[in-house]
């Protein structure tokens, strides 16, 4: 919980303290989520007054790897790849006694909480498959620096603030991985490595056991698209035991295919990415725009277009019109 994050003089870190780096002071102002590590703050500056996203680790001597090491890393080198870029903006970070702390620029909703809100608590198709091709675009960006996000799902993907409100930002990277080793040589795989990320959104792989590529992403990013747009959801949306959820995983490989992608009537073109999906093993490059025009294709078949606006753009209508 974020009351157990301490400043370095013992007083838990909340709404109203005020935290400190080399060139700023920042008041914190709300809690946005927190984790097993660390927190996540809307933050002001005090001086220049604007709001930004403060990511808090604690410090702790018996582990190992830093999240928010790997958090700054990653961002570093991937925030300029595109013109609109889908990773936030390092903004400022600061070492302290007992915590680590990121501050970046502030994203709006998940792609999770404004699916949610949406009536039949799906996106329309062209905002699924439009809002998709960007997290796959997020997703092509990292694996180009040699990292797998390795939990990838609607949650960790949100939306930007004012102008950038069309643009979404993939988040979290606390336990992404480098699988090259330089440019273009791929790291030996693991003989057995443990389960990482989220169940629903796992990759065949992950159930398995085995070595993460970027296949693995490609088949979380394929499970969230489905999420995003199917009415009935995901098959194994129910169910929470980690080997029944990898059964009904593989039963839509055979018998059950036609219920993953029921309900839509792109679902031969979304097949085909399955298909491909599934024909790649560890160390394969991914044929992206391969997947960007079967998507294209798909947002044909179902006519909609992918330059309208998004739903979260749509003003809602008040009650009773």
């Known amino acids: 919980m974020a009351s157990e994050i301490e400043d370095d003089d013992g007083r838990p870190i909340k709404e109203g303290s005020i935290l400190v780096s080399a060139r700023a002071k920042y008041l914190v102002h709300t809690l946005l989520g927190a984790g097993g590590f660390g927190a996540v ?3 002001r500056d005090m001086q220049s007054g ?3 996203a403060m990511k808090i680790e604690k410090k ?3 582990r190992k790897h830093s999240k928010l090491k790997m958090e700054v890393a990653i961002l570093k080198m991937v925030s300029n790849e595109r013109e609109n870029s889908h990773f936030v903006q390092i903004v400022d970070r600061a070492k302290k006694e007992k ?3 990121l501050v970046m620029t502030l994203v709006g909703k998940s792609l999770d909480d404004l699916k949610k809100e949406q009536p039949e608590k799906v996106f329309s198709v062209g905002t699924g498959i439009g809002s998709a091709m960007q997290c796959l675009e997020a997703v092509e960006d990292l694996h180009k620096y040699g990292f797998i996000h390795r939990d990838l799902k609607p949650a960790n993907y949100a939306i930007g603030t004012a102008d950038k409100i069309r643009t979404v930002y993939i988040l979290d990277f606390g336990i992404a991985r480098k699988y090259l080793k330089d440019e273009s040589t791929v790291k030996a795989p693991r003989v057995t490595v443990g389960f990482k990320g989220t169940i ?4 065949l792989a992950c159930h398995n056991n085995r070595e993460l590529g970027p296949k693995d992403d490609v088949e979380s990013w394929l499970y969230l698209l ?3 747009i199917q009415i009935s959801g995901l098959p194994w949306r129910r169910l929470s035991d980690r080997n029944a959820v990898k059964k009904v995983k593989e039963e839509c490989r055979g018998d059950r295919r036609g219920e993953l992608l029921q309900d839509l009537e792109c679902k031969e073109e979304l097949s085909t990415i399955m298909e491909y999906i599934d024909n790649l093993s560890y160390s394969d490059k991914i044929d992206y725009n391969f997947i ?3 998507l294209k294709l798909a947002a044909k078949i179902c006519k909609v277009d992918l330059e309208d606006p998004y739903d979260w753009e749509v003003p809602k209508k008040p009650a009773g019109q």
């Open 99 to 101: 915590f680590f702390f």
């Open 200 to 203: 629903r959104f796992a990759s």
């Open 60 to 62: 702790l001597e018996k």
């Open 50 to 52: 604007e709001d930004f």
């Open 226 to 228: 489905v999420d995003l």
């Open 41 to 43: 703050f809307k933050v």
């Open 292 to 294: 960007y025009d079967t």
